[in-house]
């Protein structure tokens, strides 16, 4: 196990010497100074995971066009735009991380993921 942490604290180093996390961290100091907009930020990104994770199928659809179209007039703020264009790379990431330790691992998923 001691080698796993010490890989892992390896990962989280490079992670934060990564571009990604740097230009998130960046941004995210600058949407700080701004209570109010990172509240509506926030809010956003909550409505965003809740329509992720919808169960319903008949509300999803006009949810997710709701939200879509909020979407559209809340990232024309450039700093809002740069501050979710920054978390997703960031997401984006995190999975491709995970993707390529499952990816080598002998662990059957079940079914098969191209990517």
Not at 15 to 30: D, L
Not at 97 to 102: A, K, Q, S, Y
Request: charged fraction near 35%; hydrophobic fraction near 35%; include cysteine.
């Amino acid at each position: 196990m001691n080698q796993i942490n010490e890989a892992l604290e390896g990962l989280i180093q490079a992670i934060w010497e990564g571009e990604e996390y740097k230009s998130y961290q960046e941004i995210r100091a600058k949407v700080h100074e701004q209570p109010e907009l990172e509240q509506k930020i926030h809010a956003f990104r909550k409505k965003n995971y809740e329509v992720q994770n919808l169960t319903d199928e008949r509300s999803l659809y006009d949810r997710m066009d709701k939200l879509e179209r909020e979407g559209i007039e809340f990232r024309k703020d450039p700093l809002v735009n740069e501050y979710l264009r920054a978390e997703l790379a960031i997401c984006r990431l995190f999975q491709r991380i995970n993707w390529e330790i499952v990816k080598k691992m002998d662990f059957d998923l079940g079914f098969a993921i191209d990517q």
